[in-house]
């Protein structure tokens, strides 16, 4: 049975061109490193902001960060991610969000994680879920 990344990931991708065709505002994604600072800036949108960062490795968790106010002034911002803690070679996608809706700012293509420039150390090891769930019944569309 797929799990639910699997179809998370599958809708991003479907869904990309449609989200950049109609993306309230302009984002641009830095150049993605192991362990160094990823920036993400953008012009337009609606504070909050939210940036989910969807890996394509099953076993790796979305990063869902909520970007604080002090990254967007006068139209404009600016956000790094702190040694982006991503293995050399991962690849991903990266969505931005608005006030006015998941995906508002649109879904970058694939992106790869490059070797380190900075030579940072961080840890890359991918964390164990906190639980599972599963259910022995089967789910049923709503009537």
Known sequence: MPNLKSHLLCLFTSITPFLSAVRAFSVTVGTPTQCDDLTISWTGGQAPFEIIVTPFAPSQPLNN???????????????????????????????????????????????????????????????????????????????
């Open 65 to 143: 960060i909520s970007v604080p106010a002090s990254a967007f002034s006068n139209g404009k911002g600016s956000y790094s991610i702190s040694q982006f803690s991503f293995k050399n070679g991962t690849q991903f996608l990266l969505t931005m969000s608005d006030a006015t809706g998941f995906g508002s700012g649109g879904t970058s293509t694939i992106l790869v994680v490059g070797a380190p420039v900075a030579h940072n150390n961080c840890n890359t090891t991918i964390p164990s879920p906190d639980f599972f769930f599963s259910t022995p019944l089967q789910l049923q569309q709503c009537k």
